[in-house]
């Protein structure tokens, strides 16, 4: 419809002009960032593919949980990426992601059929190392870049993005089953190929574009995308649970996936097409009734632009040396705040903690006594409201913050606070529990991630974003490893152990250790309340902590940066039509 109205009203021309605008436009570069991040999520697709590594290279379970423990560790270590970030441009970046991504994933695959010779237990640990961790270059691209392009809508915008990451699972395991049916091991090579390939073919699209003031309809843009992604979320879900629970044919799941691609490409681009035409008309118009002059602009004439001299300081030097919250802080002075340290802790002992619950779902169901198909649609209620939770935080966030000046930290808190409910749930193993425990766990875990993201961009500047997001999101992996593997797994052997002694059995030499009832969780989940309750109260102390910077406008600084660039604009204009 809008591209026959462009060409009825302007042309052929004008729609090779506007093609160029819009290939070129801010919505473009956003509705980009959202297709790299839905082929992101590789890393929650794990459970699909461990036991092929299990069973063709005849490693025990032990050998496996390493395997995810390096998995864990690539995911969520994005230190590398965020210094990368820092002083290299954006196509640079993705392509190191792209490259790590393909050597990664496809190394794996031709091990696991037997391609090439088996390799070493820690060859094996650093492929899956390489694979996973090269998620978080484009991961950091997507977030940096449109943050600083909407700085005024960065709650938003961040729990855009992660919501998409949290759909990405679910997205290409419907693509992997129209393309390949149940061949577990093609999998492998879907997820080698097919992200690598999205990032190179938005090399040049996703980049830091020049700061305007949003247009007034901005919050309005990101909620049809909001709409687009939740019709895409409730179709995933049906979907999901329809095939844990039917057998369908290879044309069903490749008329899925056909509905996938339809909801995930086809509504965002006609979002951004709608908006981008808008704009360029009302820029054309503009331009028709103001022609500028031919008249080429003398130096006296053009309006000058301020020059800004920044005196280069060593970042050891002022290191101690506090910027006011909101403004740019070095990768040293964040580090060394109080504030940093929380969100530190926070994140090991909140995101770690809900981690932790949904990496052992499956175990925690087969130890309830649930069906395997029970058990499957538990792991897909968490990746869809892993989605919900990390799209309602942003938005959510965002509104209380600027009609209320509701802090985001306090917002943080509350998530902790409910996610105590799930943990207590799986526990105590109340009947049916697990369902309910699920939704919660998912939706806290994913609302933990756009509101921690959120808060280091308000606090310490968006100059050095994208290394002071990746120290913070670093102590996931520290709170997962010492909650999962020293607290839940040790614990988990320990009944299993005791379950077997009180039947008169011997544990022989590599036999998995198999634990049945409520007592098999029960101690670790209420360690993992105890652990989210307190990093509830450090986000409730960060909350204290901060209650004056957030009662001001914390966007003012972006506000003033815009409105200075469209008067010079404006000025230049001006000049050139008179």
Not at 374 to 380: C, D, L, P, Q, S
Not at 388 to 408: D, P, Q, T
Not at 458 to 468: D, P, W
Not at 538 to 548: C, E, H, I, K
Request: aromatic share 12%; with cysteine; proline share 3%.
């Amino acid at each position: 419809m809008v591209e026959t109205e462009l060409k009825g009203a302007m042309g052929w021309k004008a729609t090779g002009a506007f093609v160029r605008h819009l290939l070129t436009s801010r919505w473009f570069m956003v509705f980009a960032t959202f297709l790299l991040m839905s082929m992101s999520g590789a890393t929650y697709m794990f459970g699909i593919y461990s036991g092929d590594i299990k069973s063709s290279l005849g490693y025990d379970q032990t050998t496996l949980n390493l395997i995810s423990f390096f998995k864990d560790v690539g995911a969520n270590n994005g230190i590398v990426a965020g210094l990368v970030n820092e002083v290299a441009p954006p196509w640079l970046v993705l392509s190191c992601g792209a490259i790590m991504n393909f050597f990664g994933y496809f190394m794996i695959w031709l091990v696991v059929t037997h391609r090439i010779a088996k390799p070493p237990a820690w060859q094996m640990f650093l492929y899956i190392g390489i694979g996973t961790n090269s998620q978080t270059f484009p991961c950091i691209v997507a977030l940096v870049s449109c943050v600083k392009n909407c700085p005024e809508s960065r709650g938003v915008v961040v729990g855009m993005i992660k919501g998409f990451i949290g759909l990405s699972g679910a997205v290409i395991t419907q693509l992997y089953l129209t393309f390949y049916g149940h061949n577990s091991k093609s999998l492998i090579l879907l997820v080698a190929w097919l992200p690598a390939a999205v990032s190179i073919l938005f090399l040049r699209t996703i980049r830091i574009m020049e700061v305007v003031q949003q247009a007034h309809n901005s919050h309005k843009i990101f909620q049809n995308f909001l709409y687009s992604s939740l019709s895409l979320a409730g179709f995933l879900m049906i979907m999901i649970i329809m095939q844990n629970w039917l057998s369908f044919t290879r044309f069903e799941y490749a008329a899925s996936g056909s509905v996938v691609l339809l909801l995930l490409i086809f509504t965002n681009f006609l979002v951004v097409v709608r908006e981008e035409f808008d704009l360029w008309k009302s820029k054309k118009q503009v331009l028709d009734d103001h022609p500028p002059s031919m008249v080429e602009l003398t130096p006296a004439e053009a309006v000058p632009k301020p020059q800004n001299q920044e005196v280069q300081v060593s970042c050891f030097s002022n290191m101690f040396t506090q910027p006011k919250r909101g403004e740019d802080h070095t990768i040293l002075q964040g580090i060394f705040t109080a504030d940093m340290l929380i969100l530190f802790t926070v994140s090991a002992f909140g995101i770690g903690g809900t981690l932790v619950a949904i990496d052992n779902l499956g175990q925690i169901g087969k130890s309830l006594g649930y069906p395997t198909k029970t058990i499957a649609t538990f792991v897909t209620l968490v990746s869809v409201w892993n989605f919900l939770g990390r799209v309602a935080a942003g938005f959510a966030s965002e509104i209380l913050l600027a009609k209320y000046n509701f802090a985001r930290p306090l917002m943080l808190a509350l998530v902790l606070f409910v996610s105590c409910a799930g943990h207590l749930l799986i526990a105590f193993g109340v009947p049916n529990s697990v369902y309910l425990a699920s939704l919660i766990v998912g939706f806290c875990f994913g609302a933990q991630w756009t509101l921690i993201f959120s808060i280091v961009s308000e606090l310490f500047g968006l100059k050095y974003y994208s290394t002071l997001v990746s120290i913070v999101a670093g102590g996931t992996p520290l709170g997962t490893y010492v909650l999962k593997v020293r607290v839940a797994g040790h614990l988990y052997d320990m009944e299993a152990l005791k379950q077997m002694a009180a039947k008169g059995l011997t544990r022989k030499e590599g036999e998995a250790l198999t634990c049945n009832g409520v007592e098999c969780y029960k101690l670790s989940f209420l360690i993992l309340t105890a652990a989210t309750f307190f990093g509830c109260a450090l986000s409730l102390v960060l909350s204290y902590r901060t209650r004056n910077f957030y009662k001001g406008d914390i966007y003012k600084k972006f506000k003033d940066q815009a409105h200075a660039a469209d008067t010079e604009k404006l000025s230049v204009t001006n000049v050139t039509t008179t």
